[in-house]
């Protein structure tokens, strides 16, 4: 999925982003969302973000959480 949609991006989950350093280069920086800094809906560049440890950058691609897809049953309610 990528980042140009601000309702596809929530605070806490995991994407990669590119710096304004690194946007020649297309380096990614993967981290967790601490904050949504762009106010508009949508942004052709990705929306921009602020990573827990202060990183800002805009979200190229937003990484699905694993933990939801491979939940299991608890075992009592397996039962």
């Known amino acids: 999925m990528d980042g140009r949609k601000r309702s596809d991006i929530k605070p806490g989950a995991r994407v990669q982003v590119v710096q304004k350093q690194d946007q020649r280069s ?3 920086t993967e981290g967790v969302v601490d904050r949504i800094l762009t106010n508009s ?18 979200v190229k691609t937003i990484i699905p959480n694993l933990q939801k897809a491979s939940a299991k049953p608890d075992s009592e309610t397996a039962r």
């Not at 809906?41 to 805009?58: E, Y």
């Open 26 to 28: 297309g380096k990614l």
């Open 41 to 58: 809906s949508t942004h052709p560049h990705g929306i921009k973000v602020r990573l827990v440890g202060g990183v800002v950058g805009r």
